[in-house]
């Protein structure tokens, strides 16, 4: 099936192989701190869906060293990395503590591009600011938690941020030299298919560059857990789950890039669905079925 993965893209772009490195930043989330809301999207675990970042205690350039050494076996000499800020929502920080950690990445020797991800309600002024001078140094990308455009669901997932929010963090983050990559996740409760894929629409015509997928995920401790074993979520099975990607594929705009198909749930706290957790037998299957 003919779609433009990232794998392809970042060939074309930095002609080698690139790997992005999981970073955390020492910040929270609105969502958290009571400042929007508290105990956060129903999905997110404490971790603040960076369950394979590294420990914000270490330095930002251990950070890296420490996740390129783990990559170690499976990349060459000439691999490029993205330092991938990926924890809880880094742009909810002091300006300066962000500009800093982002310098630094940028310097690292094996870092060839920087990815933050956040929410669009928490990129004020200052904060594009230091969007804009990292984007002059080298490639920035940005990852916006959307989920969902429908703000019916987006108060069942106590996502607090209102959806018009994110046309408008769509065209500042293109004005300050981002690329926009947009995380939808299939399986929401109360969402039929035509609802995902309204959602993967309003994401296309407000402008983004990428999307990465997800199905919804039950970790354990999370607000999710409770409404699984209350019967008001029921886990996508792989099947269908995929059925729902290849019609979010059919709709993307060709200069869409596929970032991820589907994600994968830290095992040690996954509930559902468990196939999600088979990495190899899912991967296997994206081959067979997407030929990517
Ligand atoms: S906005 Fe992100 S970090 Fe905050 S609660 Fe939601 S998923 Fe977690």
């Avoid at 924890?87 to 300006?95: E, R, W």
């Amino acid at each position: 099936m003919k779609y433009r993965s990232a794998n392809t893209y970042f060939r074309e772009r930095f002609r080698r192989k690139v790997y992005k490195v999981g970073l955390s930043l020492d910040v929270t989330c609105p969502n958290r701190d009571g400042s929007k809301g508290e105990g956060g999207c129903i999905f997110c675990s404490a971790e603040g869906s960076g369950d394979f970042a590294s420990s914000c205690c270490l330095k930002v350039t251990d950070q890296i060293d420490m996740a390129v050494d783990k990559l170690s076996g499976k990349t060459g000499a000439d691999t490029a990395y993205i330092a991938y800020f990926q924890s809880f929502t880094s742009t909810y920080c002091d300006p300066s503590y962000l500009r800093q950690a982002l310098l630094e990445a940028s310097k690292h020797p094996k870092i060839c591009a920087l990815s933050v991800a956040t929410r669009p309600d928490c990129l004020p002024e200052e904060i594009l600011e230091v969007l804009r001078e990292a984007s002059d140094r080298m490639p920035l990308f940005v990852e916006l938690g959307l989920q969902t455009s429908s703000d019916v669901t987006a108060e069942l997932i106590n996502r607090c941020y209102k959806t018009e929010l994110y046309d408008k963090a769509v065209s500042d983050l293109h004005e300050a030299g981002a690329e926009v990559i947009t995380h939808i996740i299939f399986g929401l409760p109360g969402e039929s298919t035509g609802d995902m894929l309204d959602t993967v629409r309003y994401a296309c015509e407000q402008g983004t560059d990428g999307v990465k997928f997800t199905c919804l995920y039950i970790l354990k401790g999370t607000k999710a857990e409770k409404k699984w074993h209350d019967g008001l979520i029921r886990p996508l099975q792989m099947d269908e789950y995929f059925d729902i990607v290849e019609e979010a594929l059919n709709i993307l705009p060709e200069n869409v890039i596929v970032h991820r198909l589907t994600g994968d749930g830290p095992k040690r706290i996954l509930l559902a669905p468990l196939w999600t957790a088979d990495k190899r037998s899912v991967v296997n299957y994206i081959n067979r079925r997407f030929g990517h």
